[in-house]
């Protein structure tokens, strides 16, 4: 964790970027909010989560699934993001984007459900873990002070 304290006028300020944990965070609680929705889908409305395999056979979208493919893509997005600030300073704007555009190019994957009902549940799926990863990665890696700060500071650090 990078932390650094900076004396802006007389306030005081933490540049700091999320951590790993931060980064595992997200991923289980986006996880466990996929796991939620899958579960209101499958459990509770009773859709049958089934979409074409490879190979033309039918395959059952399980719960595990769901839970191990939200942490990995969220954790392979953090990286990404970690990556991308320790480039640029527009780095998590950027990321914004690429992980927004990721997300809506994975509604394509559901569309190989059996039925419309199933289409509606996956993507309503997708939809819930890229607001939660995007949102909370955004929160833990973005500044610590909020936009009037950060341009109070500008104004302060050149006159």
Do not use: C
Not at 50 to 77: D, H, N, R
Not at 102 to 107: G, N
Not at 147 to 154: N, T, Y
């Amino acid at each position: 964790m990078t932390e650094q304290l900076s004396r802006v006028g007389t306030s005081e300020t933490a540049d700091r970027r999320g951590t790993f944990l931060d980064d595992l965070a997200a991923a289980v609680v986006s996880a466990a909010a996929a796991a939620f929705v899958w579960l209101l889908w499958s459990q509770v409305i009773g859709v049958e989560l089934e979409v074409k395999g490879f190979g033309g056979g039918v395959q059952e979208v399980g719960v595990v699934s769901v839970v191990l493919s939200t942490i990995a893509f969220v954790l392979v997005g953090a990286a990404l993001l970690r990556w991308m600030q320790r480039r640029s300073e527009a780095g998590l704007r950027w990321w914004t984007w690429i992980a927004t555009a990721f997300a809506v190019v994975s509604l394509m994957s559901p569309t190989s459900a059996l039925s419309a009902r199933a289409v509606v549940a996956l993507m309503s799926i997708h939809v819930v873990v890229a607001a939660v990863a995007i949102l909370w990665l955004r929160h833990v890696h973005g500044p610590v002070d909020g936009p009037r700060e950060r341009v109070a500071a500008r104004g302060r650090a050149v006159g």
